[in-house]
């Protein structure tokens, strides 16, 4: 999927790093689940830091995880 705008009520960005490695959040990950799904729903795109459109480009997934 390809984002077309930023975050609003529907579409929440989340860093990578919020999700992989030592600086992994996955409280705030998870509270961010829960108050979506207790709204209206939306999409939670993984990879995407905040005001951006796009992954950074030096971005890489370690697939040894």
Known sequence: MKPKQYENNTTEYKSLKKVDGKSADLKDLAKTCVCMA???????????????????????????S
């Open 38 to 64: 207790n709204a209206q729903g939306g999409y939670l795109i993984i990879g995407i830091e905040d005001k951006t459109k796009v992954p950074p480009c030096e971005q890489t997934i370690d697939s040894s």
